[in-house]
């Protein structure tokens, strides 16, 4: 939405609206875009009905530094016609670190959905929706770019689905999105203007300057995908599709500029167009999984895709005109992998999965940070693994290992430029029931970066590479009620590249120290309908930042500039869900 990189794509995510979510681990996919690593998918499940009825889903909850949510999703359906709201409003003040220093970052998000799906057969479903919703944040990260005012989006989508066509041809699935967005940030609406005193050594008059400063960006994202899945015999699954994506980028900023001498003042008002930018792209893909034999596992994809890239006027974000304006240029990125599963003793599965990943530039990185000749990024990437799933316990390793050419990194924020990158990396995972009651689990993951290219004189660090970081707890469960224990562990980060990074953060000047935090939750089901969890995240209440995030700007009057954003301190929570 941003059109400097302030906020990811998580930023239009809530949670509860959806029905589940899908994480794919590294590259193991080409169904919806590059293998160049994991996805997380957000989906929906459609509401059947075998007779007229409504249910009715409802989650509420409360907690420190005003934090407020509520989401409400009612279907109301029949055997024929089935039709779904989903409301949600999501509302957080200021909160404090540690050290009970206040970090100026309230919010609020409010979004609804209305879906209308249509059942004629079992067989066969129709699904429009429309969607829309908004957003005002506080940035303590961005003094240039100001606040976040609005985040406005519209999205209109249908779904197609036919199943059980054939014996062979199981399903074919057609979707379509059309999405718009209006993301605004400016630097005077949530906080004081700041006054600039240029002389603020006497004698001499006084001289000050103000400056109100806005930033847009307008996005209009056509889709359609097509979907294909046969069961060519009883040992292979095959899907094949077609993707198009039209993607269209307008960003500009303006500067109010008041400059007084005593009382006499003078206001200039300077608009700039940041980058005008249209992407189409149209992919083909297909995904097949065959299971050699009752212990083996084969699954391999490809996807080939056309995407040009078409600007018209693009300018810094200073407003100097670029010479890369009202070029075009074609990046065809293929990805394939090929994953081999065994089951080499009862319940113990090993892996091995070899890929190759490419990813042309992004509108950000194109425009944003100067880079419109960027070459696409190509990753070949192997990975391996080991999962044991026993009756008492459970575990997991996999290491991977991946060559990046042209990886994108960003250089202060403001301009990009491809390096060759090595990764190496694991985690470890494991679950352990000691008592019927009581379980133990951990997790451990770390990955190593290396910028091969340099900046002239030798490798360095890749910059924004997470520390070593470990998360450990303790489960009791017995009957409808659980109680979580858990810590986490993060070592140090001192492999940085100050001033280097990509589109959602660059490394600080110096290390990054590890830390310790500690949570308790639990959970209760009272009966069917009712479930009550409560919550105490960081009960030490320690004061801490992570690594991969951003270093503070200028703040409003009354907050201290603890130079990075530093996460909450001790903080409490309740949620209530009713399911009817």
Known sequence: GANHGTDPGTSYIQPDAHDHITVVKGPNSVL????????????????????????????????????????????????????????NFTRGDNYKDGSGREVFSFFKRDSNKLIATFTPTSNVTAEL?????????????FSLMGDGIHFKRQILGSRFTVANITNKFRKLEVQFFDRDL??????????????????PDPPGPLITNTNRRTLRQKFRGRSARIAATFDLNAATEVIIGYEHRDNKYAGNNQTVGTLCIITTCTTNDIFSPFYDLHTISN????????????????????????????????????????????????????????????????????????????????????ASFNGFNLKKEKNREINIGLSVDRPTWQASVTAFGSRINDYILINQGVISANVDVDRVGAEVDLVKQITPNWRLFGNLAWIRAENLTGHGHGSVPLAQTPPLDSRFGAIFQQGTFSLTLGGRVVMKQDRIDPGFGNSLGIDNPTTTPGFETANVSMSWKPQKYVQLSMGVENIFNRTYFEHLSRRMGDIPPGFVNLGRVYEPGRAAWFRIVFNM
């Open 32 to 87: 919806y875009g590059s293998s160049m690593g994991g996805l997380v998918i957000f989906n929906e499940t459609s509401k059947k009905f075998d007779k007229p009825g409504v249910r009715v889903r409802a989650v509420g909850g409360m907690g420190s530094f005003g934090r407020r949510d509520l989401t409400m999703d009612a279907t109301v359906g029949a055997p024929l016609v089935q039709l779904r709201g989903v409301v």
């Open 283 to 366: 992919s083909m893909f297909s995904e097949a999984t065959h299971l050699v034999n009752a212990t083996t596992t084969l699954k391999f994809g490809v996807r080939r895709e056309y995407f040009h890239t078409r600007a018209g006027d693009l300018f810094t974000f200073l407003g100097d005109p670029l010479d890369t304006s009202n070029g075009h240029r074609d990046d065809p990125p293929t990805s394939t992998f090929i994953r081999l599963e065994k089951e080499m003793l009862p319940a113990t599965i090993a892996f091995i999965a070899l890929a190759n990943g490419e990813r042309p530039a992004s509108n950000l990185e194109r």
């Open 129 to 141: 929706s429309a969607e829309q919703g908004d957003a005002q944040v506080a940035f303590p990260a």
């Open 182 to 199: 209006d993301h605004l940030m400016d630097n005077f609406t949530l906080r004081p203007v700041t006054v600039q005193v240029l002389n």
